[in-house]
């Protein structure tokens, strides 16, 4: 099931500049999702080019490698700096692992340093926490915050794939979980040990999905984003 976007929401991104940072993953097609709400996409891999967006996504891919690469073209501090300045951010799949506070089970280098993150979310996350690529799944997931797209029936639900996602373990007392995987409604019923695992959450102006909704047609997640930048959501 997919969820394009109305006549109003393909609009309701007109008139903003939404950065994807572009180092690696599958930045494009966040570019495409903001660009069918209207907004204006713009590949980020330079600091300078942080300077002139409303918001900002992180997108799916390999967190170590994207944290490698941010270092090499010297975003990283940047954006912490505008993280922490109040910038809109909404991470997808790896992008929820870079915007974590901690990693409970973080890659390391060959001189055995942790990777980093660039912080925000006062939450702990476990990387590839679902399985490896071949235990890929998708599941319907009631979520919060998108009452914005109810029609006559209520809400619908959003149709969540996931491709070697993590999960969130700990959550800070000013974050808020909008969705979470039920084992008894899932295929990793294995996995998951008959706990439900939380697989989106929002703190303020971050935002943060285990899945990814740019590659199912899903479009209100990023029309949530859209609406935080707004002030509207």
Known sequence: MTNPLSDASSRVGAGLRIGVLALQGDFREHLHAV?????????????????????????GGESTTIDK?????????PL???IADGLPVYGSCAGM?????????PA??????????????DITVRRNAFGRQRESFEIDLDFKGLDFSAGESGVDPVHAVF??????????????????????HASHTATLHGLARIVAVRSGHLLATSFHPEVTGEKRVHELFIRMIRGEA
Request: charged residues 30%; glycine residues 12%.
């Open 163 to 184: 491709i070697r996602g993590p999960w969130v373990e700990r959550v800070g007392p000013g974050v808020d979980v909008l969705a979470q995987v039920d084992p008894d």
């Open 108 to 121: 390391t280098d060959l001189e055995g340093n942790p990777q980093q993150t660039f912080g925000g979310l």
């Open 80 to 82: 912490r700096k505008r």
């Open 97 to 105: 692992i870079l915007l974590a506070d901690e990693i409970a089970d």
């Open 35 to 59: 660009e069918a709400a209207g907004a204006t996409g713009v590949g980020i891999r330079r600091p300078a080019e942080l300077d002139d967006v409303d918001g900002l996504i992180i997108p």
């Open 69 to 77: 690469l941010a270092r090499i073209f010297e975003l990283a501090d």
